[in-house]
């Protein structure tokens, strides 16, 4: 039993013996066990082993103290006075959330080996209205990160984190997996818009119509948004710098969005960020021929594209395939049938394009899908009609065998993706237009794989995403 007990409500002086509250065991002068809530005020602390459910307060040493937690002291001031000497030594485990440890001049702050001490960290936090990260452009972002930190990035609109090796945008919020086909060659030429459930299997469901009949055009989109702009049409000199946008989470048909700069009939290609579509390379049927402009608009907003840059070694290059990361556009092969070239933009900036490497063989009429890492540049006309092929986007480098998509030899009706999962629909196999659906789950290699069908037969389409690498993600 303790050496002294006193009752509810006294006062006393204690000179010598001990004292404990929440137990019978006096093994130090003071003892606290139990969940005791108070306001208390201590100075010259010797020791202070064990404790549970203190109002957090300051806590002054103002002596040469060894201060040993046997739990963690959530909220507690440690402060060592300008006045006194010696150091201050935490043993054990120390944890505050208010980043309130101070050493003034002269003193020493020592952790004992095994000890640790976390300054403003929580094992839990709950924010009922709002919390704000750092936040900057992708130029702003910190020259030595460290592994888990987190920002939003202002040029793609997102949050992102640091794996240890490079920056990684999250999942973007809302985003259903939905791939949606439009126009095309059936064998005549159709504003035909069809949907899939990518994380699925199953056939095509008609989605629309585009506002205008037309084929070979480039398809990019947002989360929220697809657009469908270039391609011919009935009339190549005014169907080919149209622009036409779907809410992709609805069906219905299109809504004119604007025009591209220069005519991108026969052959244009386009991908995208969240916030940018941008065209590259096409032939323009009406006009001056084959074009290496590239164009971009903002995908929130309607109006005319800009001019971004230019294509500059496939600059006589059209029905080429193009994919996209959160931050890098990539644009490979095309007609005539010799490019193996690949090059690439970055998203948020204007500029030409810049070499990243070579298909593993010469095709044109490609087609290309990307998760946020990977991206899949499908057949083609070529020496290996049947080949797929892949490269990794934040690096530079030629691109290696993925497998092989059977079914159709060229001129898809478009290929697009999930974080997941690559899709490859329609296309030529002489003398047929074929429906066939096909995918192939992105971070492996292997053969594609029977996912659906088409609505209806079609070749020369363009197609895109929800989910797709442009808007980042695992």
């Avoid at 049927?285 to 290496?292: A, E, F, K, Q």
Wanted: charged share 15%.
């Amino acid at each position: 039993m303790p050496s002294f007990r006193i009752g509810i409500g006294s006062d006393f002086n204690l000179s010598g013996g001990k004292v404990s509250f929440g137990s019978t065991s006096d093994t130090v002068a003071l003892r606290v066990t139990g969940n005791l809530k108070g306001d208390f005020e201590i100075t010259g602390v010797s020791t202070l082993r064990a404790y549970d459910g203190f109002t957090p307060q300051k806590q002054n040493v103002t002596l040469s103290s060894t201060i040993g937690f046997s739990t963690t002291g959530v909220g507690t001031f440690i402060q060592v006075d300008e006045s006194e000497t010696g150091f201050l030594s935490l043993v054990g485990e120390y944890n505050t959330v208010s980043e309130d440890i101070i050493v003034d001049d002269g003193k020493i702050f020592e952790v004992s080996t095994g000890s640790t001490v976390s300054v403003g960290t929580l094992e839990s936090v709950s924010i009922q209205s709002h919390f704000n990260v750092p936040d900057g452009g992708s130029n702003d972002r910190p020259d030595q990160p460290t592994e888990g930190m987190v920002r939003f990035n202002d040029d793609l609109n997102t949050l992102e984190f640091y794996n240890g090796i490079e920056w990684r945008q999250f999942t973007v919020s809302g985003a259903s997996g939905r791939g949606v086909f439009g126009g095309g060659q059936e064998p005549s030429i159709r504003g035909t818009i069809d949907y899939i459930n990518i994380s699925t299997l199953g056939n095509a469901i008609n989605f629309g119509t585009l506002t205008r009949n037309a084929y070979w055009l480039g398809a990019c989109s947002s989360s929220t948004r697809g657009l469908f702009g270039g391609g011919d049409g009935s009339s190549p000199t005014t169907d080919d710098s149209i622009i036409d946008y779907v809410t992709l989470a609805s069906a219905g048909n299109a809504i004119s969005f604007g025009s591209l700069v220069v005519g991108k009939g026969n052959g244009t290609t386009a991908l995208s960020s969240s916030t940018r579509g941008i065209w590259g390379g096409g032939y323009d049927r009406g006009g001056s021929g084959t074009t290496n402009t590239i164009d971009y608009v903002t995908i929130a907003t309607i109006g005319n594209a800009l001019d971004f840059g230019d294509l500059v070694g496939l600059a006589s290059a059209n029905k080429h395939g193009s994919c996209s990361s959160p931050t890098r556009g990539l644009f490979g092969g095309g007609m005539p049938y010799t490019s193996t070239l690949i090059e690439y933009i970055t998203i948020s900036s204007l500029g030409n394009s810049i070499r990243f490497g070579d298909l593993t063989y010469p095709r044109g009429n490609v087609h290309a899908c990307s998760n946020s890492v990977r991206g899949l540049f499908f057949k083609g006309y070529g020496s290996n009609s049947n080949g797929i092929d892949y490269v990794t986007i934040a690096t530079t480098g030629n691109a290696i065998n993925f497998g092989d998509a059977g079914g159709f030899e060229y001129q898809a009706a478009g290929a697009t993706a999930s974080q997941t999962r690559g899709i490859i629909a329609g296309g030529f196999n002489t003398p047929t237009i074929v429906n066939t659906i096909q995918y192939v789950t992105i971070a492996s290699t292997g053969n594609a794989q029977d996912f659906g069908d088409l609505t209806s037969q079609r070749r020369m389409g363009s197609a895109c995403s929800d989910s797709h690498g442009g808007l980042g993600g695992f």
